[in-house]
């Protein structure tokens, strides 16, 4: 199950070095992952996507980030309200023929052109992994010469429902 956690960690060299090894280390496989400064320029954040095989394999991953010393703070946010983006840029192959069906795809996925060579298009385009996917997958027929995407950085919404607010039903009364 393709998990999304996110771990606030000092902003120390090898933190991220040391984080990666023990994932490595327990053999979890590691989707994406980005780094960041927060904004406290002495912590970091850093988002991981991962694809684990049940709720124990969640949890012992969680326990062994938690038992690290420069992490501070672990959250598994796959199942709450969560805002998460991801950037790729994607160099395509381009003849002046084709130019304008490449610019009205990126137009109706609101990417960018960011850069034009004599026989490519260099396209910037950010949102949530699905329309990232999207978007490359129709570019792919021009031939795409290359491709580099940032992984996934997230983080929840303001408001988390907590299990207090969430309502229970039943069909017996």
Do not use: C, H
Not at 32 to 44: F, K, M, Q, R
Not at 51 to 78: G, M, R, W, Y
Not at 122 to 131: F, H, L, N, R, S
Not at 159 to 167: H, R, S, V, W, Y
């Amino acid at each position: 199950m393709r998990r999304i956690i996110t771990a606030i960690v000092n902003n120390q060299s090898g933190v991220l070095n040391r984080v990666t090894g023990l994932l490595s280390k327990r053999q979890f496989n590691i989707e994406s992952i980005s780094v960041g400064l927060t904004e406290t320029p002495s912590v970091s954040r850093m988002t991981f996507v991962v694809d684990v095989e049940d709720d124990a394999k969640l949890e012992q991953l969680i326990k062994q980030l938690n038992k690290q010393i420069d992490v501070l703070k672990v959250s598994d946010i796959t199942d709450m309200a969560i805002v998460a983006r991801e950037l790729a840029l994607v160099k395509v192959m381009s003849r002046p023929q084709t130019r304008g069906e490449i610019r009205d795809l990126v137009e109706t996925f609101r990417a960018t052109v960011i850069d034009i060579g004599r026989d490519s298009l260099t396209i910037q385009v950010t949102g949530e992994t699905d329309k990232v996917e999207a978007l490359i997958e129709l570019l792919r027929p021009y031939g795409i010469k290359e491709l580099a995407r940032t992984g996934v950085t997230a983080f929840t919404r303001g408001m988390q429902k907590t299990n207090a607010e969430l309502k229970t039903f039943s069909l017996l009364k």
